[in-house]
């Protein structure tokens, strides 16, 4: 039970975290848009 459990963990391991790494990665795009955005309204006003 417990041993099969740890080899399905291993073969879900990568995805869970590439899924992450995606998250962090979508995250960080999203702060530099809305940084953009701020600059161009600054720039605006």
Request: hydrophobic share 40%.
């Amino acid at each position: 039970m417990t041993r099969k459990f740890i080899l399905n963990g291993l073969k879900t391991a990568p995805v869970f975290i590439a899924d992450l790494k995606s998250d962090v990665y979508l995250a960080r795009e999203r702060q530099k848009q809305a940084k953009k955005h701020i600059k161009k309204q600054l720039k605006h006003n």
